[in-house]
């Protein structure tokens, strides 16, 4: 006597809407003979990021709860190899750094936060309005347009050295040129720790200007001409206009811009590191030169830089969250 297994065309186990279940396999399978070309195109990036993304961001956060130093690091010298001797301390690092027993935490997130408003302040305030001058008809203004553009095609490290060329004390740098010529004392840009502060914000702000006047004036061209001339036969001012008209018609552009702009200046090392160099005292170190600093200067603190690394991309995870939670919330009310 043979038994008849029961399957999908002859009453097997039924979905709440009736239709036959298809285990994983069968849905793994059937999705790979209908996508398999774009999983083979996928699967190289996937491969590239795991190595050059994935692993080290979990080599890093398994470091963090480690005493991992230059010293006590497995390496090998020649013939000869020293095994690693760092051993496990679960959350002490944390409760190290978090707790202010390491002291230098806190000094440097809030200059952190203060550089990261400062420059996505000025990034958006000045972005928005070349783009509303580009989004106006004018003689040239293409030529307005690339010119304007081309900061962000410079490489960050090659207008880090410009700046600094035009930075340097004495009489030999373009701004203390400038300022002998007005009749003004030279001023120490690279030196002075607050100088040094306004150095840094001047030459990312100089960077990040383009990337939200390209972003920004995109939004500008998507919103329709006639909300402004249907508000202006409303007897709408200008200022009206661009507060009632412009302002809401940026806002999905702006959140997502400011986001960005936010993470990247955040974690901008380049700036700082390039333009201060090794002259940069510790008030204008913000979170991500110092995981360097403990990383790769003096003796090196593998753990505490991974521990900072961890709390950095911890901090911005929950930052953008928050952020783009208050914006579907804000939405939702609307």
């Excluded at 027993?101 to 997130?109: M, T």
Aim: charged share 15%; aromatic share 14%.
């Amino acid at each position: 006597m043979t038994t008849a297994t029961a399957g999908p065309a002859d009453g097997g186990p039924k979905s709440e809407d009736g239709r036959p279940r298809v285990g994983l396999p069968t849905r793994v399978k059937r999705s790979w003979d209908t996508h398999w070309y774009a999983w083979a195109m996928v699967l190289p990036v996937v491969l590239v990021l795991g190595v050059l993304v994935g692993y080290p961001l979990l080599r890093g956060v398994y470091l963090s709860f480690t005493d991992a130093t230059e010293a006590n690091i497995g390496r090998t010298i020649g013939e000869n190899h020293i095994p690693a001797t760092y051993k496990f301390v679960g959350v002490d690092n944390f409760w190290n750094v978090l707790s202010g027993k390491e002291g230098n935490f806190y000094p440097r997130l809030w200059w952190t936060f203060l550089w990261t408003a400062s420059c996505v302040f000025f990034h958006y305030t000045v972005g928005l309005g070349l783009a509303v001058l580009l989004n106006r008809k004018m003689r040239f203004r293409s030529v307005y347009r690339v010119l304007l553009i081309l900061p962000w095609a410079v490489p960050a490290f090659v207008a880090a050295f410009a700046w600094r060329l035009m930075f340097n004390t004495g009489d030999s740098g373009l701004f203390n040129i400038v300022l002998g010529k007005l009749g003004l004392g030279a001023v120490d840009w690279l030196g002075d720790p607050l100088m040094q502060k306004v150095s840094v914000v001047m030459v990312n702000v100089w960077l990040g200007v383009p990337f939200m006047m390209v972003a920004l004036l995109g939004g500008l061209q998507s919103i329709s001409s006639e909300l402004y001339e249907a508000a202006e036969m409303d007897g709408a001012s200008p200022w009206q206009r661009f507060r009632h008209v412009t302002l809401p018609g940026l806002r999905p552009v702006s959140s997502t811009v400011i986001l960005l702009g936010t993470i990247w200046t955040f974690n901008m090392f380049p700036i700082i590191y390039l333009v201060i160099g090794p002259n940069a005292g510790a008030d204008v170190q913000i979170l991500a030169t110092y995981a360097y600093q403990l990383a790769f200067q003096g003796v090196r603190d593998y753990a505490g830089a991974a521990t900072y690394g961890v709390i950095i991309l911890s901090m911005l995870l929950v930052f953008a969250t928050f952020y783009r939670r208050m914006l579907n919330r804000q939405e939702a009310t609307r």
